[in-house]
């Protein structure tokens, strides 16, 4: 090739060099991290809404233990309670179960070996509340005593708060969790950032003594460097969304399973992180070239 | 875009190019490498700073390019106390300065037609403005036939060459050169002599740092002799 050069043809080169080797490794950590820090973001999605699941059916629901008086029989008087609670505002449904499912729900608290047809098993009504104004225990109550019945309701709360803590915990925890998988992907994108500037000291240098303001200078690596985490946050993104995806379809209705059921909109909380990746590097990529630059005066 | 950063009249008080009053320097917490060291370049003069190795004479140097700072006594450049010259009008500073590095400092990704347009794009040049002049500047240094090569593809020579282009395409009141002919043969050492020669006639300032006793000689410029970072002579080389 002649050295010698079409002056008419001359474009001038890029103040920095192109991509090499070391903004490989740079992009395939920052996309990886990306890449887990939006996975969890959508595990905290899916955990929050089935937290929110499980507080929402326990609320809307309701169990009357029913006592039959000595004058009647307990089918009677679990009829008479489901068709007296069904009658009540704020109650959409009441069924009372039949003598075998209550005695199975309590079979597992006494053993197989126990003859239930000789204790007196009371019986229970299933109520379902309406889910705009439910009623309330004491309501409830009233309107079982009004009719004579020997009853009392579980509205759950005993074990509704648990169960809410538990959701409450599972929520934190997960959230906990992404703020620790951001930060650190936050971190090694900045540590990254300055391995691949520092590596480029020299260019740094050479433009400083040639005369470069130093915003000018910062500019350029910062530029060069979002674009770079930018795209890495691109790939780790689409790479959770695609898992993300995989798991909805694979699960069928309700996701991957029940516990964590992932919804289509839960794939939009991935779109930041190449935004979130681009800024962490620029800023990193500043605060280094600054940094490079205080030491040069 | 340049911007100078002189004050008004600043000229007129002091009229050289660079000053030393008394000036100390020391690297962190080592012992000084430059002791109280006073003199001054007039415009359009022509020094030599002469000295065994580690006498000081690249720090001496680094003090005019802005590299160091003094850590005692006060340096002027072109009139002004650079201590009293904000950090953001350095860079401004520095274009007026052209520096001709010992190992060069050529950007290897770019040819070297794009190492000697450095200077005028950093100062936001459009390159129909000075396309001309590089090539100009390129020939007059013997390099019209290597405008495309790259540094690593370049000798001592070439290279050395290239780095002087870069230090004067824009035109600095003052080069500094750190043993520019310390990687050369003779023969080249005097062609780079002759080509600071030719640019001192142009009206810039030079100062060359060099332990090459033969060329110091050859020129009869005279010498800032340094030893163990004081100033032991100033004049011409006997």
Known sequence: ?297 | MSRNPLPEGAQDIDPATVRFDDVSMRYGRAPETLRDLSFSLEPGSFHFVTGASGAGKSSLLKLIYLAAKPSKGLVHLFGQDVSAVPLRDQPFLRRRIGVVFQEFRLLEHMSAFDNVALPLRIEGRKPDSYRQDVAELLAWVGLRHRMHAMPATLAGGEKQRLAIARAVVNRPDILLADEPTGNVDHEMALRILRLFVELNRLGTTILIATHDQDLVARSGMPVLHLDGGQLTRLGSEP
């Open chain 1, 1 to 297: 090739m002649s050295d010698m050069l079409d002056l008419d043809r001359w474009k001038p080169a890029p103040f920095l060099p192109d991509a090499d080797a070391r903004d490989g490794s740079l992009v395939f950590v920052v996309a990886t991290l990306c890449f887990l820090a939006c996975l969890t973001a959508l595990a905290v999605l899916a955990s929050d809404r089935a937290a929110r699941g499980w507080t929402q059916q326990l609320t809307g629901e309701a169990t009357v233990i029913v006592r039959p008086k000595a004058n009647e029989t307990p089918d009677s008087a679990a009829a008479r309670a489901a068709e007296t609670l069904a009658g009540v505002p704020g109650v959409a449904e009441a069924r009372a179960l039949e003598k075998e499912k209550a005695e199975a729900l309590i079979a597992p608290w006494l053993g197989e070996e126990t003859d239930l047809s000789d204790l007196p098993i009371p019986r229970l009504v299933a109520v379902v509340l309406s889910p705009e104004n439910p009623a309330d225990t004491k309501t409830m109550n009233l309107a079982l005593r009004s009719q004579g019945l020997d009853a009392s309701v579980d509205d759950h709360s005993v074990w509704m708060k648990d169960i809410e803590r538990g959701a409450s915990l599972a929520r934190w925890i997960g959230m906990a969790v992404f703020a620790l998988i951001a930060t650190a992907a936050g971190a090694v994108v900045a540590f990254a950032t300055r391995a691949g500037l520092a590596a480029r000291h020299e260019v740094v240098e050479v433009l400083h003594l040639s005369g470069a303001e130093d915003a000018f200078i910062a500019r350029l690596f910062q530029a060069r460097f979002a674009r770079m985490a930018a795209i890495a946050g691109l790939f780790g993104a689409a790479g959770a969304a695609i898992m993300g995806a995989l798991l909805r379809l694979l699960g069928g209705g309700s996701g991957l399973t029940p516990v964590l059921p992932i919804a289509w909109t839960d794939l939009l909380a991935v779109t930041p992180a190449p935004l979130a990746a681009g800024l962490v590097a620029a800023v990193a990529a500043r605060l280094t070239a600054q940094s490079i630059i205080r030491g040069l005066q």
